[in-house]
């Protein structure tokens, strides 16, 4: 067995900018838009500082209300993330997201968290917000580009059955994809880390079938519910 992960500093951590100063310098140097990368460098770096922080209060809470809320939160934002292409964004797709998200990624959760971790209680920060964050995400991910893909073809006057299935297809191609890469292409963030962190690759491999699982589930399970709850939609919101 490796020995563990050890705590980087803030000093070792700047050595990582590095590389990624360099292919800012390339934009700039190519007469490239560059301001917009340092912005999102900017908000990486202060949100995940901010995450960090705020991620510690949480787990030394052990509040269920606290948890609650953040899922909550989580949902909210990414219901209203999962929209941004389409336009304009009404009340009532709105609540098809949020609904769509919401059940899909309860139901997932509490499949992995009670039935497969067998986590007591249920409300454990450390493991529930991280596997909430992948799981809301994935669903988030997959309600927007079914629902681009959907009202594309609603537009071009597709009758329901069949933009509906073109746009669970097209929303589920890269989670497809993922499965199809996963352990000969790429070894995805959560078994890297730990095998990082010095666990057997053996019991990394497993906790990575879960996630890809978790995920997958999520993505179609969530754009199903929003392409049914859509069904009586047959154009653009106006």
Request: aromatic letters at 12%; one cysteine or more; hydrophobic letters at 55%.
């Amino acid at each position: 067995m490796s020995e563990p992960l050890t705590i980087i500093s803030l000093f070792n951590l700047s050595i990582a900018f590095i590389p990624v100063f360099i292919v800012v310098f390339i934009l700039i140097k190519w007469h490239l838009p560059y301001k917009p990368t340092l912005i999102a460098l900017t908000r990486m770096l202060v949100q995940l500082l901010l995450v960090g922080y705020f991620l510690t209060y949480i787990f030394a809470s052990e509040s269920a209300q606290v948890v609650l809320v953040l899922l909550i939160v989580m949902v909210l934002f990414s219901s209203k993330i999962a929209l941004s292409n389409i336009k304009p964004m009404t009340n009532s797709l709105y609540f098809n997201a949020f609904l769509a998200i919401s059940l899909s990624s309860v139901f997932t959760l509490l499949v992995i968290t009670q039935g497969v971790l067998m986590i007591q209680p249920w409300y454990k920060a450390q493991t529930v917000i991280p596997l909430a964050g992948m799981i809301f995400a994935s669903a988030m991910n997959s309600v927007s580009l079914c629902g681009e893909r959907f009202y594309a073809e609603i537009a071009h006057n597709e009758s329901y059955e069949k933009a509906r299935n073109i746009a669970f297809h097209a929303s589920m191609i890269p989670n497809i994809n993922a499965l199809l890469a996963v352990g000969i292409v790429s070894l995805p963030g959560m078994m890297t880390g730990q095998i990082l962190s010095g666990t057997s690759p053996f019991i990394a491999a497993r906790y990575q079938i879960m996630v890809m699982c978790m995920i997958f589930a999520s993505a179609g399970l969530a754009s199903a519910c929003f392409l049914y709850l859509n069904k009586k939609t047959q154009s653009l919101p106006k």
